[in-house]
């Protein structure tokens, strides 16, 4: 369950249900499978407007795409095989691409792996509070 109050008035929203996280403006939530160069297969709505990507093209998208190259993409793929190994990360503060060409900077994310039924890692998830982030106009390594 995810929950948020309202600064002022301690009112909370809470999230319960798939299609509250799908339809969610708030809370992002990005999957991508554990193929040798991963492809997004998740992305709900919070998602969508943090990066801009055509939400199309998230389908055919390596996740790797989502940082700028150099120093911060490498440091995005420690996180990634770090998680592989913890199960879970929880990472204070990450560049990221928004489409086409600026950058979001992403806090108190969570990564996790997925697993299926049979215990099989699948893939990994990750979320973030949108009111978190900040936006910049040039995206630079």
Known sequence: MLQ???AGNR???????PQQ???SNRFAVLSHGNQ???IYNYINSAGVIVFRWPEERYYEL?????APEGA????????????VAKDVSYIDEAVR??????????RNAILWNVYDDDGNRVGQTVLFDETLCSYSDACTS
Not at 62 to 66: E, I, V
């Open 36 to 38: 040798t160069d991963p």
């Open 11 to 17: 009112s909370y929203t809470r999230i319960t249900t």
């Open 97 to 106: 691409v928004r489409y086409p060409d600026d950058a979001v900077t992403l």
């Open 4 to 6: 948020h109050s309202s």
């Open 21 to 23: 996280i799908n339809s």
């Open 62 to 66: 390596p996740s790797r795409y989502s």
């Open 72 to 83: 911060i993409r490498e440091a995005r793929e420690t996180e990634i095989e770090s998680t």
